[in-house]
Nanobody
Framework: QVQLVESGGGLVQPGGSLKLSCAAS????????MGWYRQAPGKQRELVAS???????NYGDSVKGRFTISRDNAKNTVYLQMNSLKPEDTAVYYC???????????WGQGTQVTVSS
């Protein structure tokens, strides 16, 4: 059973930084891509950032230049470095992994990020 466990969320002031981690139960090299999504109350879940098996990255327009996604295959972990946080970044952040050569996705349980003074 695949498990994705997010951590690193919390309360931070506007302009601050947080680093989220998504630890997988097995090798992340078996996934064609992994990504971070977020969902704010009353809004649809949206893509924040993704990283492919080959290391290509993609970002949502609202986070470009502020967030950075990275992966450490040896630790089976994907990270999301979030800088210059804004109140509108407040949401539950989810990690997703897509199994290579399939459309099967696995999701983590989410971690709350709250940006407030």
């Amino acid at each position: 059973q695949v498990q994705l466990v997010e951590s690193g969320g919390g309360l931070v002031q506007p302009g601050g930084s947080l680093k989220l981690s998504c630890a997988a139960s097995g090798s992340i090299t078996r996934y064609s891509g992994m990504g971070w999504y977020r969902q704010a109350p009353g809004k649809q879940r949206e893509l924040v950032a993704s990283i492919s098996h080959g290391g290509s990255t993609n970002y949502g327009d609202s986070v470009k230049g502020r967030f950075t996604i990275s992966r450490d295959n040896a630790k089976n972990t994907v990270y999301l470095q979030m800088n210059s946080l804004k109140p509108e970044d407040t949401a539950v952040y989810y990690c997703k992994a897509r199994v290579m050569f399939t459309t099967t996705d696995y999701w983590g349980q989410g971690t709350q990020v709250t940006v407030s003074s």
